[in-house]
């Protein structure tokens, strides 16, 4: 291999590994004061945030215009001039939306079953949508520069913060307040990190020609995130309006109780954009590089999503509180989807670092509809009825773009993947027997995964060990 080439493989592999790790941590801080907050709010404050969050997501998903993934996507120097009307046009649509949520909060409040009192914090979420704006001209030139673990510095510390804030905002106030309040003060540390860390004001001013040029690179880009953001984001934007917040609160405890392991997933796909983005289809640069990264979320996320599933019955109750047991049955549900989403989001980042953002669009407005008309269909019956639609849809989808991802880089995947899936489907049926106690019910699940996919790859999996500790160091 070129020595160039070598070197640029091993400081990917390193600041990936070394991101995965800062992830890994925040992770794990974001679900020890999570428990502490399903202990100290309702349902509802966590129905009626998860609303306001849907919204300012959206906004924010429609003013950015997918400039930021365009430069990222682009091969060569980017300008001053390219930052500057990035920067600029970001900034004004982000005060048009900030204004116009403001001006619609008691709608949206009288429509989704929120209170006077929630709409008013509606109103004062409002500012969030300038802070992403400002900070997208450091993040874009981190994000080039491979500064990947510099990254995930500035998110655990945003992380941490707005945690910390929400924990004592909760003890003092209650309600959603202490949610939106925790939201802003993460926001905040993280824009001042940012700008710390990648320095140098644009300024304001449009180039015309270059807005134009990136509008075009990014506009097909960002129609995926948004057809993605729907799908994701069900809970808040039907159910909420089907059956109000607290319904919303139960659903997305369940979601978010299963998706530890794939938020850390997802959280790599800006890590993996501009990797895949450097290399040709059939380089197998590329193919090393997904195929780690793919198999690695496999191997440590398919059991912890069967461990917390299989135990979910003594572990939600236990940590979190009693009023939670109803979001069991949606954890379950749900099992199937998450599995398959450890590797969706990387499959699609591949899609559009490999230039196949139009073919990505298809796939993921094609896979949004079908959830949304399942679920239209069963949401009626119950949550856990809404939870097994979803893995319905994504279960066919996400294999058939194995098949696809495979063909395209010359080499299949099935070989990296069988093993893990395989494990993890027979771990999962250890929650049908009758074993004493959920606990118990893991803990056998955990011995049946290590032995069955010991049985299916031999060492192999010893051997990814290995290639994980070499590059940590």
Do not use: C
């Not at 895949?276 to 191997?299: E, S």
């Not at 989808?397 to 194995?402: A, P, S, T, Y």
């Not at 118990?440 to 500790?469: C, F, K, N, Q, S």
């Amino acid at each position: 291999m070129d020595p160039q080439a070598s070197s640029l493989s091993r400081r990917i592999l390193r600041e990936t590994t070394r991101f995965a790790g800062i992830q890994v941590i925040s992770a794990l801080l974001l679900a020890g004061s999570n428990l502490i907050l399903a202990r100290l709010l309702e349902p509802h404050a966590f129905g009626a945030y998860a609303i306001g969050t849907f919204f300012l997501g959206l906004g924010a998903l429609l003013g950015d215009g997918g400039l930021g993934a365009a430069l990222l996507r682009y091969k060569g120097e980017v300008s001053d001039e390219s930052y500057r009307t990035t920067l600029t046009f970001l900034f004004a649509l982000g005060s048009g939306l900030a204004l116009a949520f403001f001006l619609a909060a008691p709608l949206i409040a009288v429509r989704w079953h929120l209170s006077t009192a929630e709409a008013a914090v509606l109103r004062s979420m409002a500012v969030l949508f300038l802070v992403g704006p400002l900070r997208s001209v450091p993040y874009i030139r981190m994000e080039r520069e491979l500064r990947f673990s510099r990254i995930a510095g500035i998110e655990f510390a945003a992380t941490a913060t707005r945690q910390l804030v929400t924990v004592v905002l909760a003890w003092k106030l209650g309600g959603m307040r202490a949610l939106a309040g925790g939201q802003l003060a993460g926001a905040l540390v993280q824009l001042a990190l940012a700008w710390n860390s990648a320095p140098g004001w644009p300024g304001f001013g449009i180039s015309r020609k270059v807005l134009r040029a990136t509008l075009g690179e990014g506009v097909p880009v960002q129609a995926l995130a948004i057809a993605a953001f729907f799908k994701d984001n069900l809970s808040a934007a039907l159910l909420g309006s089907l059956m109000g917040p607290a319904s919303v609160g139960q659903f997305d405890f369940g979601l978010k109780y299963a998706a530890l392991p794939v938020q850390a997933v997802n959280a790599l796909s800006r890590v993996q954009l501009p990797v895949y983005a450097r290399f040709d289809a059939k380089d197998p640069q590329l193919y090393q590089a997904f195929v780690g990264a793919t198999r690695t979320a496999l191997l440590l996320g398919v059991p912890l999503l069967v461990a917390l599933s299989v135990g979910a019955r003594a572990i939600v109750p236990w940590l979190y509180a009693p009023r939670w047991i109803d979001s069991i049955p949606v954890v379950h549900g749900i099992l199937v989807n998450m599995a398959f989403g450890l590797v969706a989001g990387p499959l699609f980042t591949l899609l559009q670092g490999q230039g196949r953002g139009g073919l990505a669009l298809r796939i993921f407005v094609a896979w949004t509809a079908a959830t949304w008309a399942l679920v239209l269909g069963v949401w009626h019956y119950h949550l856990s009825a809404v939870a097994w639609a979803y893995s319905a849809v994504t279960a066919p989808v996400v294999l058939w773009l194995i098949g696809w991802a495979g063909r395209h880089l010359g080499r299949s995947l099935w070989g990296a993947y069988v093993g893990p899936l395989a494990a993890g489907l027979a771990a999962w049926g250890m929650v049908l027997p009758g074993t004493p106690g959920p606990m118990a019910r893991a803990g056998l699940a955990m011995v049946v995964y290590v032995a069955t996919l010991a049985a299916i790859e031999g060492r192999r999996p010893l051997e990814d060990l290995r290639a994980w500790v070499a590059a940590l160091r």
